[in-house]
């Protein structure tokens, strides 16, 4: 298997020649989030427990009521999988959404804590509950986003529904800034 570096290259290289996704305009009040980013994704598996890291372009346009977000995942063997999610992000009202392509499957989220997001546009974290379901079992969620300019932190991380016990590891995507959305 070719190395992680390599794959990313690949990647990187395919969408950027692929115009899979256009990007619609975005306001001027979302610079921080609107654009492309190169990352990963590092998920724990189901079936051994193992992390697992793929390298992953996410692309960020406005969309109906919120965010549009394009994921594009490097899964290995030459095999290029595409997602799209639906993100409503409202902090004012502390509510996080989101929801699958065609807006279905929605997971709400209440955002519990805000710490940064000042007009300065240097970011920030929030971190918001809400419920879901992780291998056909109910659990809490824990959805933790990070954004600065340059970095989009996104922490999944859940446990048996309705326990005290610890939130554990379930994905992470972290992701660096190649550009921002067209005006």
Known sequence: M???ALRVAAL?????????????????????LAGTWLGSLEY????????????????????????????????????????RERVTLDLAARRYVVADRDGGNADAYRIETVDGFADDGAGGTFTALG??????????????????????????????????????????YRFSRLSLAPR
């Open 2 to 4: 070719p190395s992680y």
């Open 12 to 32: 990187a290289a395919f969408v950027a020649g692929a115009s899979a996704f256009p990007i619609t305009a975005r306001a001027a009040s979302e610079p921080a």
């Open 44 to 83: 724990r598996d189901f079936g051994n427990g193992a992390r697992v890291v793929l390298p992953t372009l996410l692309t960020v346009g406005r969309g109906a009521g919120g965010f549009e977000f394009f994921y594009t995942f490097d899964d290995g063997g030459g095999k290029v999988v595409r997602d």
């Open 131 to 172: 419920s879901g379901t992780e291998n056909g079992a109910a659990v809490d969620v824990r959805e933790t986003v990070t954004l600065t300019p340059t970095a989009l932190v996104l922490l999944r991380e859940t446990r048996p529904r309705d326990s005290s016990g610890d939130f554990l590891f379930r994905h992470r």
